[in-house]
T-cell receptor
């Protein structure tokens, strides 16, 4: 069973285009995240949503717009793509309030989407 | 601001030996969590182990253990009996808490581990 899934896995596009990445989790978690991993492998949070509500927006350009139609889905839409947007984008999810005995509010990651802007 | 430091960009170990990957952190919070993730060459992020700041025992998960030294603000990952499949990037991360029970992860720069036969 796939816990956190992302589509597509690879995305190659031209500068200036608009593209979307989809994320779905079947873990019943309340909170979902988008992280960006740059070419040096550095990971940084972009957004966090809790029950469809934006919680964290880490000074990401407004060309990036997350959308959460329900708490199991968090999509990322990127307008006017630039060369510097090339990266791997990871979706993750976690429970807001872990159940007693659970392994904290561990974030589980999707497989990543490698975006290449030409 | 919270910060995670991994000072070893690369490490290598012989198969079947143990290896320690270093992680130090900086926070003014009393309650925090520390995580280790593995990223193999295939690219996915795999959760390995968690240590809570109030946990008195070091966390263990199979061949992984976390050497938690709170006073020194270190949370080193120990991999025992290394296997070829352990070759990967390893990231240390800390949970930064917000009001309402929300949080985000702050990641270190990662350590690339190579296991040699």
């Amino acid at each position: 069973d796939t816990a956190v899934s992302q589509t597509p896995k690879y995305l190659v596009t031209q500068m200036g285009n608009d593209k979307s990445i989809k994320c779905e989790q079947n873990l019943g978690h309340d909170t979902m995240y988008w992280y960006k991993q740059d070419s040096k492998k550095f990971l940084k949070i972009m957004f966090s949503y809790n029950n469809k509500e934006l919680i964290i927006n880490e000074t990401v350009p407004n060309r990036f717009s997350p959308k959460s139609p329900d708490k199991a889905h968090l999509n990322l839409h990127i307008n006017s793509l630039e060369l510097g947007d090339s990266a791997v984008y990871f979706c993750a999810s976690s429970p807001q309030f872990p159940e007693a005995g659970a392994l904290s509010d561990t974030q589980y990651f999707g497989p990543g989407t490698r975006l290449t802007v030409l | 601001a919270q910060k995670i430091t991994q000072t070893q960009p690369g490490m290598f170990v012989q198969e079947k030996e143990a290896v320690t990957l270093d992680c130090t952190y900086d926070t003014s919070d009393q309650s925090y969590g520390l995580f280790w993730y593995k990223q193999p060459s295939s690219g996915e992020m795999i959760f390995l182990i968690y240590q809570g700041s109030y946990d008195e025992q070091n966390a263990t998960e199979g061949r992984y253990s976390l050497n938690f030294q709170k006073a020194r603000k270190s949370a080193n990952l120990v991999i025992s009996a290394s296997q070829l499949g352990d070759s990967a990037m390893y990231f240390c991360a800390m949970r930064e808490n917000f009001s309402g029970g929300y949080n985000k992860l702050i990641f270190g720069a990662g350590t690339r581990l190579a296991v040699h036969p």
